[in-house]
């Protein structure tokens, strides 16, 4: 389960803010996670919670928002959602498809005090 070295990778990053910034609880962590980014949200959840214990961030909560799937062409320029994991244009139907969101796995705030 990789899912707890990233939540464990999550928790240092919020501890090492905390400790640069003086302060003495984190309240909540905001995280950006894409929808093919290869991680489970609830088992990241469950990971999260164990490694938080007896931390600063043990009553802290990983708040996750997940990031949509989009694409642009690579021949016409046409940036479109990618529905059903078909990477094809819908304007020019080619295949030459670049990822520009939905790989995502970013502490994007830290709630602290």
């Known amino acids: 389960m990789h899912e707890m070295s990233i939540a464990e990778g999550i928790v240092d990053i919020a501890l090492q803010t905390l400790a640069a910034n003086k302060g003495r609880v984190i309240h909540a962590i905001q995280l950006r996670l894409g929808v093919m980014s290869g ?3 609830d088992a990241l959840q469950f990971c999260f919670a164990a490694v938080t ?3 600063a961030a043990a009553n802290a909560t990983l708040q996750i928002e997940m990031v949509p799937l989009r694409g ?3 021949d016409c320029d046409y940036e479109f959602s990618v529905a059903d994991y078909v990477f094809k244009c819908p304007r020019c139907k080619s295949i030459a498809i670049q990822t520009i969101t939905g790989r ?4 994007a705030s830290i709630d602290m005090d």
């Open 72 to 74: 642009r062409c690579l």
């Open 53 to 55: 214990k007896d931390t």
């Open 39 to 41: 991680v489970e949200p």
């Open 104 to 107: 995502e796995l970013q502490v």
